[in-house]
């Protein structure tokens, strides 16, 4: 008998070994959200993908690995796409469930009309699949993981992919617990630029363990519980409509026509990312998508923080909007 399990040596890092949230035969295990994106393509086997003109360019990398054509679309204030009403067999719609907020009811009327519906929901982590799209979800931009993304189509055609190597690039995760956000930046946006050189792969075991070990409805209830808290303070000056339901949206996103609010909470080590600044480049200048560009600061709301830390968020928005 010859044995291929490793038994004894050093003590390696200890993860819980649970459950990941998106599991079973339906579910296919990637290594980022455009990957994702380039595997739903490739299963609808389209020529022509529609994408909305407000997205990250790495969309773009998919079609362009697969030799796809692709047209942009215009979205009004509601995030409903402006011009592209239904689709032919050969071409593939996009619909980006925006910061996790997107209504439910819309989502499914602009379903009906795309035989090849992807259905974005990498800032929707907790919102169900929708029956018979391609859904996608990115639980990197959630959770404390160097990759991963996951597919969900029923009776998908899961692929056995060569899987990630994510330990190389995890140092930020540490670094971070025990130097701060500021000192493990750099080895964070390396992790992030990897990712431009485009390479579908499944997900790494590193990252799916981390996964399996999250409590994921304590994650759920703080993600709301915060944005909530929020939002009771500042929906009366928030030009974006959030009367509806959803869950646990990755960001609180609060629209507001006042320059240098990003920048304020920036000095006061509020760090809100800034989103997609190239649309400006490819959009009317009296566009909604350029509205958002200059003007949407994603506010933070997720599990790490509890309502002392919104209180600190709300006391510094409200300095700033009194000067």
Not at 158 to 178: G, M, T
Request: hydrophobic share 35%; with cysteine.
């Amino acid at each position: 008998m010859t044995n291929q399990k490793e038994i004894g040596g050093y003590m390696e890092l200890e993860l819980p070994a649970g459950k990941e949230y998106y599991e079973g035969s339906s579910v296919m295990r990637l290594n980022t959200g455009r990957a994702c994106i380039y595997y739903a393509l490739k299963k609808a086997n389209v020529k022509k993908v529609y994408l909305p003109h407000y997205l990250c360019t790495s969309m773009f990398q998919a079609p362009k690995a697969l030799g796809i054509d692709v047209e942009l679309y215009y979205m009004d204030e509601q995030f409903r796409p402006k011009e592209i009403h239904s689709t032919s067999s050969e071409e593939a719609f996009l619909y980006i469930n925006y910061f996790g907020t997107g209504k439910k009811e819309d989502i499914n009327e602009i379903s009906k009309n795309h035989e090849h519906f992807l259905l974005d929901n990498t800032q929707s982590f907790y919102s169900p699949p929708l029956e018979k799209a391609y859904n996608i979800y990115s639980p990197r931009k959630f959770f404390g993981v160097s990759d991963g993304g996951y597919l969900i189509k029923g009776n998908i055609d899961i692929e056995d992919l060569p899987q990630d190597i994510s330990y190389k690039h995890a140092s930020h995760l540490f670094k971070r617990i025990e130097e701060g956000a500021n000192s493990a930046y750099k080895e964070n946006m390396d992790n992030e630029n990897r990712f431009d050189d485009f390479k579908a792969m499944g997900m790494s075991k590193l990252t799916r363990r981390i996964l399996q070990g999250i409590d994921y409805e304590k994650v759920k209830i703080k993600r709301e519980r915060n944005f909530y808290y929020l939002h009771q303070r500042l929906k009366d000056i928030n030009g974006i409509d959030l009367s509806h339901r959803f869950e646990a949206p990755m960001i609180y996103p609060f629209l507001i026509e006042k320059k240098g609010l990003r920048e304020h909470l920036v000095s006061n080590r509020i760090y809100v990312p800034t989103w997609w600044n190239d649309v400006l480049k490819r959009v009317k200048s009296d566009s909604f998508e350029a509205y958002l560009s200059s003007y949407l600061v994603p506010l933070p709301i997720d599990q790490r923080y509890s309502r002392d830390d919104m209180d600190i968020v709300l006391g510094v928005i409200d300095d700033f909007l009194r000067k």
